[in-house]
């Protein structure tokens, strides 16, 4: 047999061996981690039952607020360990890895809504075909009344933060909590709560405030997402309680800002205690606006808030919201991330510093940390370098205090907070 038909039977069998990943290339591996940068399996030595069961994710839907807010939600696949998020700015055939999640839906904040988008589901090892594309449009619920926009969009300057952590418990960041909004020399006063449902005992929140203050901006999300999922803007007098209830029924951790619509030429206080009831009374005068993030300090955009309070010691220790907690900073925005911290001979200290995401340390860029007493107005000078971590004592001893820790963009695809006590 001449050397030329050697070669084409050679041709054919390498041929036949060859494995067809799932984006349409090939591969002459037929190991483990066969096409396991290029789709998955589709055919091959390696195409096997275990490939097969990984479907597509099917409904998948998107919603669009204010011309940025992206949200996408489908149904969980059987097999699926995690999905894996694709988008494409002319919605062609060319679409660019996005990001990845272990949950069934996703937030992110764009320039625009008309931006298409499709996701696989993956395992170890294989991801399934592309699921249904789906173009955002905008889809706010906006009312026609200028105004409103016109009060939602007004910076404002961060004063506060409580905490509603230990619903069984009755104290001051366990069942209840004050903050207190102070003048700001034409600018507005934002305060921020930390929230844990519990159906028994603290199924919604009570807002009152010490004084009329009229008109108020009420957002609110999920502890750990980038977009705001109510919005509301509603009348907060002395007398007149308002009811939140939690965005989302799956999530027991709420975070909401409370925002004056015109600036205050006095302290006041805001109080925030648990309620048990079905029934909400609906607030004359309520109106759902824009869903934008909150702006604070000069386009610093508030992004999450934990707590540390650890009076309520009947939770134990080593417990989220007691002795240490996470928040999270925005990808696309500057953040301002705050903290609430009582501190005590429990805990003396903090320590703050980013969470390593797979091993690798999340870089967040230009960090400034200030303190303050719950009460007063002014922060402190910053308290740490521009990286970190930092550890922070408590300036007049033992006492409730807020934190806040304003940072650029980060530069990887989420950004965790971590506070922790230490001795």
Known sequence: MNNKYIFFILLIFN???????????????????TCSHHGGVCSGEENNNIYHLLTAPTNLSIECDNNQNINLKWNNSTYGLFYKIYYSSTCSSS?????????????NIFDRCDICFKIKSCDSIYCSNYSKVVKGKNNSN??????????????????GAGSLISPNEN??????????????NGKNSTVVFQWLYDKDTCNQINITSEENIGDVII????????SIQNAKKVELNSMTPITIKRPDDNHKWTIFSITTTKPLNFSNMIYASCKTSNNTKKIENESNINKNLVNLNNHYFWSGTGSLISIAKNRGSNQFGIDKDYAITLKNNKSLTSFQWYASSFCPKLKIENVKIHDTESNIK???????????????LNKCSSTLPCVLEAPKGNGYYVIKIMSDINTIKSGILSAKCIK
């Open 366 to 380: 230009n960090v400034n940390v200030s303190i303050k007493k719950w009460d007063k107005k002014n922060w402190s």
């Open 171 to 184: 104290c001051y960041g366990c069942n209840k909590d004050v903050v207190k909004m102070h003048e700001h």
């Open 95 to 107: 679409y660019l890895y996005l990001d990845s999640t272990y949950s069934n839906y996703y937030t």
């Open 142 to 159: 906006i009312l026609s009344n200028s105004s409103i926009d016109l009060d939602n969009k007004n910076l404002s300057i961060f004063d």
């Open 15 to 33: 041929f036949s061996l060859a494995t067809t990943c799932c984006d349409g290339t090939y591969s002459s591996s037929t190991g483990r981690g």
């Open 219 to 226: 957002k609110s999300k999920i502890w750990n997402q980038q």
